[in-house]
C-alpha cells in the first residue's frame, strides 16, 4: 500500500521511517508545511516526496496520516475524509473542544475510518491491565493512580499553542484510563501549580497538576502530573482492585528510587523521553493503521475516543480555573 504523510517534525519523521519498515507498505509519500524540510526527510528516509497537502491527496495514497501542527487537524481530516482516505491523526482532533465535536459529526457521517493516535492503547502494560480488569481478575476496581511525568519542560513557544496541561499532556492519561475501565468519567476536581519556568503562568498554563476523577460505577482515579521530573521520564498506572492490584511501567526504568534499606529496584536507566517509552506502541499503533486501510480491523481509538478524553481535560481545566468540582454533563 502507498501511504501519504503530512508533517515531518520529530514525531512526524519517526513515524515516517517506522511506515517504511512495515512489510504492508510499499511507498511512503511525506509533505510538510516547509517543504524543504519534507523533502530533505524524504531523501533521508527514502520517501517520495510531494510539495504540499493538495499534490499529496490528489495522488489518491490508500492511507494518510497526520503528524502537522495541532492547528491544522481538523482542516487536514475533512480534507482526508472528503477523498475517501483512510486517516490516522496525532491527538488532538482540533484544537478546542467545539472543533472537534464538529469534525466528530463530519466523520461519522462519512463512515470514512479515521484512527486517532493515543498510543497508549498499544502499550504492552496497560493492555494487559485492561484484560485484567475485564476478566474480573482483580475484582471490583476502587482506585486507580496515573501519573504523567515529563523529563523536562517544552521550550517556551510550544507552550501558547498546547492547550494546556490538561489537553496536552494528562489527556493521555484521561483516554487511557477510559480504555483500561471500559467506564467514563462523570466528575472532576483538578488543581495545578507553575513552580517552573514563569512563562507557564504567563500564558495561563501550569506545569504541576493533579485531579480527582469519579467514574461511572465510583471508582476514583487520581491523576498527576509535571513537566519537571529530572529522574526521567515517567508514566505510569496503579489499578487496585478488590482481589489483586497491578502496575503498569513498574520496570527496571522506572523513573524512580526506593529509600528502603537494600533495595535496589528498579535499578536500570530511566527513560529520557516519551518516544523512550513508547517506541514499541508507536509501530504498533501504526501496524495496526495499515490493518484498518485494508479493512481488516476496525478503527481501535476513534474521534469520539478522542473527544471523550478531551471533554475530561476541559473539566479538569475549567475545574483548576475555578476551584471546584465539575460535572462531566457540563462539558458539552
Request: net charge negative; glycine share 10%.
Amino acid at each position: 500500500m502507498r501511504i501519504g504523510l503530512v508533517g515531518v517534525g520529530r514525531i512526524g519523521a519517526f513515524h515516517a521511517a517506522t511506515l517504511n519498515e512495515l512489510a504492508a507498505v510499499d511507498q511512503v509519500v511525506v509533505a510538510d508545511a516547509d517543504p524543504s524540510r519534507g523533502e530533505l526527510v524524504a531523501k533521508d528516509l527514502g520517501c517520495e516526496f510531494a510539495p504540499d497537502v493538495d499534490t499529496l491527496l490528489a495522488g489518491r495514497p490508500d492511507g494518510f496520516v497526520i503528524a502537522a501542527a495541532t492547528s491544522a487537524h481538523a482542516e487536514l481530516i475533512a480534507a482526508a475524509v472528503a477523498a475517501g482516505i483512510p486517516t490516522f491523526c496525532e491527538k488532538p482532533v482540533a484544537i478546542d473542544l467545539a472543533e472537534t465535536k464538529r469534525v466528530v459529526e463530519l466523520v461519522e457521517s462519512t463512515g470514512v475510518p479515521v484512527h486517532i493516535g493515543f498510543q497508549r492503547r498499544f502499550d504492552h502494560g496497560y493492555r494487559t491491565a485492561a484484560a485484567q480488569v475485564r476478566s474480573g481478575e482483580l475484582g471490583f476496581i476502587h482506585h486507580i493512580r496515573a501519573n504523567t511525568n515529563d523529563a523536562f519542560p517544552p521550550p517556551v513557544e510550544y507552550i501558547p499553542n498546547s492547550g494546556g496541561f490538561f489537553r496536552d499532556c494528562n489527556v493521555h492519561d484521561f483516554d487511557i484510563i477510559r480504555f483500561v475501565t471500559g467506564r467514563e468519567v462523570v466528575s472532576a476536581y483538578a488543581t495545578g501549580a507553575n513552580r517552573g519556568e514563569p512563562f507557564f503562568g504567563q500564558y495561563g498554563d501550569v506545569d504541576a497538576a493533579a485531579a480527582l476523577l469519579t467514574l461511572d460505577d465510583g471508582t476514583f482515579v487520581s491523576v498527576s502530573g509535571t513537566r519537571y521530573n529530572a529522574a526521567g521520564h515517567d508514566v505510569r498506572m496503579e489499578v487496585l482492585g478488590s482481589l489483586g492490584s497491578v502496575a503498569v511501567g513498574l520496570d527496571e526504568h522506572t523513573a524512580l528510587r526506593s529509600a528502603e534499606e537494600g533495595v535496589t529496584f528498579p535499578g536500570g536507566q530511566p527513560h529520557a523521553t516519551f518516544m523512550d517509552r513508547f517506541r514499541p506502541a508507536y509501530i504498533a499503533e501504526l501496524t495496526a493503521f495499515t490493518e484498518v486501510v485494508e479493512g481488516r480491523r476496525e478503527v481501535p481509538c476513534t474521534v469520539r475516543d478522542a473527544y471523550q478524553a478531551f471533554r475530561t481535560a476541559d473539566a479538569c481545566e475549567l475545574s483548576r480555573r475555578e476551584n471546584r468540582v465539575v460535572k462531566l454533563d457540563e462539558i458539552a
